[in-house]
């Protein structure tokens, strides 16, 4: 159980650290992924205590906990990078119609 554990936490630490390090992020976006990092870690390290949060919250294992809440975050970034993706579309799509007009009116002159 000790190697799966530091497996898990190694995995994650290599993602953390390639998140956490790139300029593409702002403060709190890096914030979120360190809170993120230290959850998780402390839920790989101590399960049990993901068991007593899902009793909480009336949810019969940790386990399922954290499933439902991956679904949750996953959905969340899907959602941003669908809207981004479309944000970015829309600009580039503005470029060339600009470019094309551009280059129209150099052609008839």
Do not use: W
Not at 50 to 56: L, V
Not at 68 to 84: D, H, M, R, T
Request: aromatic share 12%.
């Amino acid at each position: 159980m000790i190697v799966i554990k530091i497996f898990l936490i190694l995995i994650l630490s290599i993602v953390f650290l390639l998140l956490a390090l790139s300029s593409r992020f702002r403060t709190y976006q890096r914030l979120i992924i360190v809170a993120f990092y230290i959850l998780l870690s402390f839920l790989i390290i101590f399960p049990q205590k993901a068991d007593k949060i899902a009793a909480f919250f009336g949810i019969g294992r940790g386990v399922d906990l954290i499933i439902y809440l991956s679904i949750a975050i996953l959905s969340l970034i899907v959602a941003i990078l669908y809207a981004k993706v479309k944000m970015n579309e829309r600009a580039l799509t503005k470029i060339i119609r600009t470019l094309a007009i551009m280059q129209a009116k150099k052609c008839h002159e």
